[in-house]
């Protein structure tokens, strides 16, 4: 779960003074029963953070320049990744020796090394947030907030610079917690109620004038980030399926009315040795057929256009084969039940009385 308070305070403008807070609290909150490991960041995964440009000193071109040497840039503490449960893949993490008066450095996500660095970044050194750092470790990607250097989505892959809180400089400190706050995040076995109070109280002892914002879950923050294109998900899926009911009961309505009209015709084949197999055969292939050369059509027509919607999908491929061919089944499913439903009142007729009518 999260903590997230915010720093605009004149008490708070030096780097001495925020990373006294941040320890305070955060051996505090660590106390508490229950708390497995917490940790302090700028943001949160799902959250869009602050953007911020850098500069490569080593010399060399990086990987992929065309959106410029702009990353994701976050302070956390050294518990960040392991309270988040974030896989280190090269190097190191950050740690407790990533003081203020030690070597400057950082850990990337693999989407910058991947984007920046193709041929490796550790040991790489890079100029940013005011300062010379070298890039000690790479961990696996997590998706942040749309924040314009990254794929389409409301959450997303992108390139991510994680300074030591005890490295950043007060300039910065002071720059994005005009935007941003800082958030705790606290690994616990107990519920957001059950804790909520406790984490109120402990940074309260430390500040007691220090406002904690909002005190949510990781499945809470989650589902915030996603929660227009949800909505509009639910929508978009009752239109279609209100669309799709129109479409069967036009089905239906048609093979009724066909069978309405050709009950002279169907008692003339049954008298003559047709079955009723046969006889709803003839009367519901029609529109199998029509519903198949409509799927066809409408595949190829969707494939030509997907390159118009391409911003508007997420989490999915604009040619997706999986979506395609569902869609096409469903679509089949429900004309064949449209179809057969109506046909299968042949099965009660009698041939003689049919000729009779």
């Known amino acids: 779960m999260t903590a997230t308070a915010s720093l605009e305070d004149t008490r708070y403008q030096t780097a001495a003074q925020i990373q006294l807070l941040f320890d305070r609290t955060l051996e505090r909150v660590s106390s508490i029963s229950g708390v497995e490991s917490a940790a302090v960041s700028l943001g949160l995964p799902y959250q869009r953070i602050l953007n911020l440009g850098f500069k490569p000193l080593d010399g060399e071109q990086a990987g992929d320049t065309e959106t410029g040497f ?22 190191r993490v950050i740690e407790p020796v990533d003081r203020e008066e030690s070597a400057g450095a950082v850990v990337v996500n693999e989407a910058f090394e991947r984007r920046f660095y193709r041929d490796g970044a550790i040991g790489r050194r890079i100029g940013v947030a005011g300062r010379e750092r070298e890039i000690v470790g790479v961990v696996a990607n997590v998706q942040q907030g749309a924040s314009g250097i990254g794929g389409a989505g409301p959450i997303q892959t992108t390139p991510i610079v994680y ?5 950043t400089m007060a300039g910065t400190f002071n720059l994005v917690h005009t935007w941003f706050s800082p958030t705790w995040i606290v690994r616990t076995s107990r519920s957001v109620t059950g804790i909520e109070q406790h984490l109120r109280a402990a940074v309260s002892a430390i500040d007691p004038q220090l406002p904690v914002a909002s005190v949510r879950s990781m499945s809470q923050v989650r589902s915030a980030a996603t929660e227009s294109q949800r909505f509009l998900m639910v929508l978009a899926t009752m239109l279609g399926a209100a669309s799709m009911l129109l479409a069967a009961i036009g089905i239906h309505g048609l093979i009724s009315s066909s ?60 040619t997706d084969p999986a979506t395609f061919g569902l869609v096409g089944a469903l679509l089949l499913f429900v004309a064949i039940l449209a179809s057969v439903l109506p046909a299968l009142r042949i099965m009660r007729w009698d041939p003689a009385q049919t000729l009779r009518a």
């Open 70 to 91: 702009i990353a994701n840039v976050t302070y956390v503490s050294p518990e960040y990744f392991s309270t988040l449960r974030i896989p280190l893949k090269k190097g």
């Open 259 to 318: 069978i309405t009209e050709r009950t002279r015709e169907i008692g003339i084949r049954m008298a003559l040795g047709s079955t009723a197999a046969q006889a709803i055969r003839v009367i519901a292939w029609p529109g199998i057929a029509l519903t198949v050369i409509g799927i066809v059509i409408g595949g190829l027509l969707a494939r030509a256009l997907t390159r118009y919607i391409a911003s508007l999908l997420w989490g999915v491929q604009p």
């Open 163 to 167: 300074l030591a809180a005890a490295q």
